[in-house]
DNA sequence: CGTTGTGAACTCATTCACAGCT
DNA sequence: AGCTGTGAATGAGTTCACAACG
């Protein structure tokens, strides 16, 4: 763990290392260095702790992870730990994403500003639904699912996002997977199964409804998020 | 560890001291339970470890903590199971929320079943933009900001949904507390400062993209989901 | 048999506490 | 003085492996 880490684009300092958690942290690490654009251009591991929510340890052991970044006695320089974060997770280019499934959900995530602050584009809008495609939303023309596979390696697209019902998940997401994406985020409550070398984020916002009920009904303590 | 647990409503085998990751899984079984909706009437950990994606033993040891459930040999009677996981999470009733920014991602969320399914209704609606104030979606009227604290109560809504933009979304919370909620779903990226009782859940969707475009770029291994 | 429930081992994650640099 | 980086200690969560039971 002696390695002088030089070199602007190195040996990555083995960031497959990094547990779920770690990752997650790193994001909003990211998000909080940006809102609060501190201009002295410092920030300490407390201050980011407190801005997420965390033990002021917890933020050094994360950001000791990513290299040398800290001075000692100052703090961590906000603008390149930023840029040190952003290449860790991969979003210091942008990512092609396609959206299947054209409902409200859909709609909402288009016009995320989220999405292309960090980078992500959604370059493809797909429905099975006859009356909705053609329809333009946001510049993007809806197609039709059946023509995803040959759309997605078209549009270079890596990224899938799946809004759509449970049943047609599994089926659309092999159409992705057959297009060439990588990566798919899905909004449907069902398990996808998919080739190892495909990655699958879950979200599944029931869920997170039946989380906040439970500690409620306990009064769970804990932190929050 | 051997006390007869017999009583229908009993000491609720301490549920409170389910881990934040088993509480999720509950959520998961039950998801599963609902859907493959098996006649013969039982299921056994494998069954339930491979349609959500975790280990057997990670199932019983889950399952082992809400009481003796299941029939050695035999395996776990699905709707005694699905009974079980409904209290423990307390979702064996319904709950009233309100929701507050009434943007895309508000109307996703008014018509996803997934809600009213697992016993969640909206019951307000509310945002601080006079253009949508008086707006009638899914038969609910869309009201002022101004006038949570006193509308929450009279609605008697013990949750509130924030899909307002970050900068609202501290003294919208604040405002729903003020009304009575005792838990908030929020969809803002920002860490919401509440009191101890007020039970916080966070949802970031940018923070879901990053993640798997870490995954993506490190093609990291490991579970999905 | 087949399948649960669970002690014990193990792995992963977090906090403590302080040496080391600025 | 202030704040990071990190070994050591602790805690949480998961898997192993098998006895117990229908």
Same mark, same amino acid.
């Given at each position: 763990? $002696?390695?002088?880490?030089?070199?602007?684009?190195?040996?990555?300092?083995?960031?497959?290392?990094?547990?779920?958690? =770690?990752?997650?942290?790193?994001?909003?690490?990211?998000?909080?260095?940006?809102?609060?654009?501190?201009?002295?251009? =410092?920030?300490?591991?407390?201050?980011?702790?407190?801005?997420?929510?965390?033990? !002021?340890?917890?933020?050094?052991?994360?950001?000791?992870?990513?290299?040398?970044?800290?001075?000692?006695?100052?703090?961590?320089?906000?603008?390149?730990?930023?840029? !040190?974060?952003?290449? =860790?997770?991969?979003?210091?280019?942008?990512?092609?994403?396609?959206?299947?499934?054209?409902?409200?959900?859909?709609?909402?995530?288009?016009?995320?500003?989220?999405?292309? $602050?960090?980078?992500?584009? /959604?370059?493809?809008?797909?429905?099975? $639904? *006859?009356?909705?495609?053609?329809?333009? /939303?946001?510049?993007?023309?809806?197609?039709?699912?059946?023509?995803? *596979?040959?759309?997605?390696?078209?549009?270079?697209?890596?990224?899938?996002?799946?809004?759509?019902?449970?049943?047609?998940?599994?089926?659309?997401?092999?159409? %992705? /997977?057959?297009?060439?994406?990588?990566? /798919?985020?899905?909004?449907? *409550?069902?398990?996808?199964? =998919?080739? $190892?070398?495909?990655?699958?984020?879950?979200?599944? %916002?029931?869920?997170?409804?039946?989380?906040?009920?439970?500690?409620?009904?306990?009064?769970?303590?804990?932190?929050? %998020?």
């Amino acid at each position: 763990m $002696d390695d002088a880490v030089n070199e602007r684009r190195g040996p990555d300092t083995d960031a497959a290392k990094l547990s779920r958690a =770690t990752v997650r942290r790193l994001s909003q690490y990211l998000r909080s260095l940006g809102s609060s654009d501190r201009a002295g251009g =410092t920030v300490s591991s407390l201050d980011l702790a407190r801005s997420v929510g965390v033990s !002021a340890a917890q933020v050094r052991r994360d950001l000791a992870a990513l290299g040398h970044l800290g001075q000692r006695g100052i703090g961590y320089d906000a603008a390149a730990l930023a840029t !040190a974060i952003r290449r =860790t997770l991969g979003i210091d280019r942008t990512w092609r994403a396609v959206l299947v499934g054209v409902g409200n959900l859909a709609r909402a995530l288009l016009r995320y500003r989220g999405f292309h $602050d960090q980078g992500f584009f /959604i370059v493809g809008l797909f429905d099975a $639904d *006859p009356a909705k495609i053609g329809q333009t /939303i946001d510049g993007l023309t809806v197609e039709s699912s059946a023509s995803i *596979p040959i759309r997605v390696a078209e549009l270079q697209a890596e990224l899938g996002i799946l809004t759509v019902p449970s049943e047609h998940a599994q089926p659309v997401a092999e159409s %992705l /997977i057959a297009g060439g994406v990588k990566g /798919i985020l899905n909004f449907a *409550p069902v398990l996808l199964r =998919t080739p $190892d070398r495909v990655r699958v984020v879950a979200v599944d %916002l029931a869920i997170q409804l039946e989380q906040l009920a439970f500690r409620v009904q306990h009064a769970d303590p804990g932190p929050d %998020l």
